[in-house]
């Protein structure tokens, strides 16, 4: 057998027994390397990619045992994209709460707009302390529950 195949072959079977194992060993608490209490797909993506990466890395990095290499590879980097993919979803899911359904009012009389910008057309306006619910955000700008867009620069939480 080549060398590439047999590092190939190698990477493979850690990669595979990764993925398998990864669910097998979560712990009851989240700790984003085994499991994740956030949803989303990025910690199984993190993974997969960091277990290439890290296989293609210690393959390279050990000369004269390549097999082992590929697989300590594997698993250091699979561990390194699982925790970072986790962190993500963690930080989507963070975002998304605090951005949907959230209270807030208007620190000064402004525009509605119809989208997030200045060069969307005038939709509304809103008084100045007056509550809106935001159920969305982009940049710099507050989607409005009904419709609409204000700046987040001139909303207060409510």
Do not use: H
């Amino acid at each position: 057998m080549s060398k590439i195949f047999t590092t190939s072959l190698a990477t493979a079977a850690a990669l595979a027994a990764l993925v398998s194992a990864a669910p097998m060993a979560a712990q009851a608490q989240a700790n984003g390397i085994t499991n994740c209490d956030a949803p989303g797909g990025r910690q199984t993506a993190g993974a997969v990619i960091g277990g290439l990466l890290g296989a293609v890395a210690g393959s390279n990095l050990a000369r004269n045992e390549r097999t082992a290499g590929t697989i300590v590879g594997a698993g250091a980097g699979a561990a390194a994209g699982s925790y970072i993919g986790c962190n993500q979803q963690r930080a989507r899911a963070a975002s998304q709460a605090n951005s949907s359904g959230a209270q807030y009012r208007a620190a000064s009389n402004l525009r509605i707009r119809s989208g997030p910008g200045t060069s969307y057309r005038q939709a509304g306006s809103l008084s100045a302390g007056q509550p809106f619910t935001a159920i969305g955000s982009q940049g710099e700008w507050v989607q409005i529950a009904g419709g609409g867009w204000v700046n987040a620069n001139y909303v207060q939480p409510y």
